[in-house]
C-alpha cells in the first residue's frame, strides 16, 4: 500500500520560558502517495527535526501531521510502527554494537508477533543485497555499506509504506553511496514506499527525489519540482545560492 | 618545474600490530602546486598525510626518499621536527569541532602557532593572529579572537584552523578533508579562502579528500589511491579521461545534477589492483 504524508502548521519549540527556540514555526507540505520528497538545507534548519517529528521520536509539536489522512498522533504504537519506519545518518551509531544482525531484526519481529521470523529475516536480508549467513554477524564485521543495508532492512523488516531516509549515504563513500542509492531505488518501485529523504546534497536529490523544498532556519523557503535544479530555476534568494553553489560545485558553472 | 618541494619515494606505513601495510610502496612530488589525493575511507590518503608529518608515534615509516627542502624527514629527530611541524609544514584538519581547544579562546590558540616558532611578545603574536584571521576573511577579528570555540560557526572555525596553519607561514600545507563537515554554501567559501592564499604565497597544498568534485575545481594534480597504493596520477582538469578501471568507476557511481536517473554504476573491485603500480 502506498501511503501520503500531509503536515499542516507543524510547530515546535525546544525548552521553556526566555531561552525558549522555536525551531520549526510553521512547516505545512504535501507528499502525494509513491512519491519521493527531499529536504534539503543548511545544517540546523530543521531538516531532520521535521522527520523526528512525523515519526514521533519528538512528540510535543503542534499542528497537524497525517498520513493518509489519519493523524499520526492518533495512531496506536504498533500501528504506526508498521507505517513508518526511519534509517539514520550514520551506521556506525545507529546499530547496537553487542547484538547481532539476528538479534536487530527478530527484535521488531517478537514485538509485533509475526510468524515465520526466519522467512521473513532471510527475505528481508536478500531484499538488501546481502547474504543469510549475515544474521549471525556483529556490526564490527561489517563494513559500513553492509551496515546501512542492515539498518534499511531493520527498517523494511515491518512491511511499512513510508520511510523515512535521514541522510542516508552521507557517512559512506561515493562508490558504496551508489550501492545504496541503487538499492533504495529498487526498493521503491518493488514496494511502492513514499520516501522523505533529508540530504545536503543536490546530486543525490536529483537522482532519487520527485520534489523537494529547501529549508531554511526552520521554514521551508520554495518547493521545487527535480527539473529546476539543473538551470537553476528557484526564485527565493537562499534556495537560488545553495542551488547556484552545488552548480558549481559540481563544474557546471 | 624547478627542484620540488616534497619529494617521496617509496613510502611505506605499517601501524603497530597490524599485519600488513596500511600505505604501500607510494611515491609522489610536490612543487608550488595543488596536488589532490582521493581514495576512499581506509585506501590510506590520510596516512601518508599524517606519515609525511611523521604523526603517527604507534607506526613503522620507512622510505627510500621522505625529502622535504633540504631536509630527510626520516632522518630528522623529534626534536628537530618540531621545527618543521607547524612551522614550515603544516595540517588542516576535517573538523573544527574537534581539532580546536574548546575551553581556550580563539585568537589565543591561534597566536599559539605563532609564538611557538618565533621569538616575539604575546601581544605580537595577537597581532599577527588578527591580521591572520582578516586575511581568511573572519569579519570583526577583534571579537573573534575573544569567543570560544563553540561560540563560532563550523565555517568559521575552519577559517580558524586556516588561519592558524597558515600564520607561521610553511611552504607546505596538508589539508586533509577541510571542507566535508561543511555545508555546501560555505564549503565554496572556505575553499576558495584557502585557493587564493595557497596560491599568493606559493605554498605546495595537498588537498585530501574522498570527493571528486572538490579535487577536479581545487587541484592542479591528483593521485588517486586504492588499499595503499597510487593506482593512477592525473591533471585534475583530465579527470574525466581517467584510464584505470577504478578511477573510471568512482568517477561513475556519483551521482549528477542532470544525470540520467539510471542506477549508478557500481564498482567492481578486482583483486589484480591491489598489485598493480602507477604507471
Not at chain 2, 585506501?43 to 609525511?52: F, Q, Y
Request: proline content about 5%.
Amino acid at each position: 500500500m502506498t501511503v501520503s504524508v500531509e503536515t499542516r502548521n507543524l510547530s515546535i519549540t525546544f525548552g521553556h520560558g526566555p531561552t525558549a527556540l522555536k525551531v520549526l514555526p510553521d512547516i505545512s507540505f504535501l507528499v502525494e502517495p509513491g512519491e519521493c520528497f527531499g529536504l534539503v538545507g543548511e545544517s540546523g534548519s530543521g531538516k531532520s527535526t521535521v522527520l523526528r517529528c512525523i515519526s514521533m521520536l519528538t512528540d510535543f509539536w503542534k499542528g497537524e501531521i497525517l498520513i493518509n489522512g489519519k493523524s499520526v498522533r492518533d495512531m496506536p504504537l504498533i500501528e504506526r510502527c508498521r507505517t513508518l519506519q526511519m534509517v539514520f545518518q550514520d551506521p556506525y551509531g545507529s546499530l547496537h554494537p553487542r547484538q547481532s544482525v539476528r538479534t536487530v531484526l527478530s527484535e521488531p519481529l517478537r514485538i509485533h508477533k509475526l510468524t515465520n521470523h526466519e522467512e521473513r529475516m532471510q527475505k528481508v536480508l536478500s531484499d538488501v543485497g546481502l547474504p543469510g549467513s549475515f544474521l549471525d554477524r556483529f556490526p564490527h564485521q561489517l563494513s559500513g555499506g553492509q551496515r546501512q543495508r542492515v539498518a534499511i532492512a531493520r527498517a523494511l523488516i515491518l512491511e511499512p509504506s513510508l520511510l523515512l531516509l535521514d541522510e542516508p549515504t552521507s557517512a559512506l563513500d561515493v562508490s558504496v553511496q551508489a550501492e545504496i542509492l541503487n538499492l533504495l531505488q529498487r526498493l521503491r518501485e518493488e514496494h511502492g514506499f513514499t520516501y522523505i529523504m533529508v540530504t545536503h546534497d543536490l546530486a543525490v536529490v536529483d537522482h532519487m527525489c520527485d520534489r523537494f523544498a529547501v529549508m531554511l532556519r526552520g521554514e521551508i523557503t520554495e518547493i521545487l519540482p527535480r527539473e529546476a535544479i539543473p538551470g537553476c530555476e528557484a526564485v527565493h534568494p537562499y534556495s537560488r545560492e545553495l542551488i547556484g553553489a552545488s552548480l558549481e560545485y559540481e563544474g557546471h558553472v | 618545474m624547478t627542484r620540488p618541494i616534497l619529494d617521496v619515494e617509496n613510502l611505506h606505513i605499517r601501524y603497530g600490530g597490524a599485519p600488513t601495510d596500511a600505505v604501500r610502496g607510494v611515491s609522489f612530488t610536490l612543487g608550488r602546486e595543488r596536488l589532490g589525493i582521493v581514495g576512499e575511507s581506509g585506501s590510506g590518503k590520510s596516512t601518508v598525510g599524517r606519515g609525511l608529518l611523521r604523526l603517527l608515534p604507534s607506526a613503522k615509516i620507512t622510505a627510500d626518499k621522505m625529502r622535504f627542502e633540504d631536509v630527510e624527514l626520516l632522518s630528522l629527530t623529534e626534536e628537530q621536527m618540531l621545527g618543521v611541524r607547524g612551522r614550515r609544514m603544516s595540517m588542516i584538519l576535517q573538523d573544527p569541532k574537534f581539532s580546536l581547544n574548546p575551553i581556550r579562546k580563539v585568537g589565543d590558540q591561534v597566536a599559539e602557532t605563532y609564538l611557538r616558532h618565533f621569538k616575539c611578545s604575546r601581544k605580537d603574536a595577537l597581532q599577527k593572529a588578527i591580521a591572520m584571521l582578516e586575511a581568511v576573511k573572519i569579519r570583526d577579528p577583534e571579537r573573534v579572537c575573544e569567543q570560544y570555540p563553540h561560540e563560532i560557526s563550523g565555517g568559521m572555525g575552519q577559517r580558524v584552523m586556516i588561519a592558524m596553519m597558515l600564520l607561521a607561514d610553511p611552504d607546505v600545507v596538508i589539508a586533509d578533508e577541510p571542507t566535508s563537515a561543511l555545508d555546501v554554501t560555505v564549503r565554496l567559501q572556505v575553499l576558495n579562502i584557502l585557493d587564493g592564499l595557497v596560491r599568493d604565497r606559493g605554498i605546495g597544498l595537498i588537498m585530501i579528500s574522498h570527493d571528486l568534485n572538490l579535487v577536479r575545481n581545487f587541484c592542479d594534480r591528483v593521485l588517486i589511491m586504492y588499499a595503499g597504493r597510487v593506482v593512477e596520477t592525473l591533471a585534475a582538469r583530465d579527470l574525466d579521461k581517467a584510464q584505470h578501471p577504478y578511477t573510471r568507476g568512482l568517477i561513475a557511481a556519483q551521482p549528477r545534477i542532470g544525470g540520467a536517473r539510471a542506477p549508478l554504476a557500481v564498482l567492481d573491485r578486482r583483486p589484480e589492483w591491489l598489485e598493480e603500480v602507477s604507471r
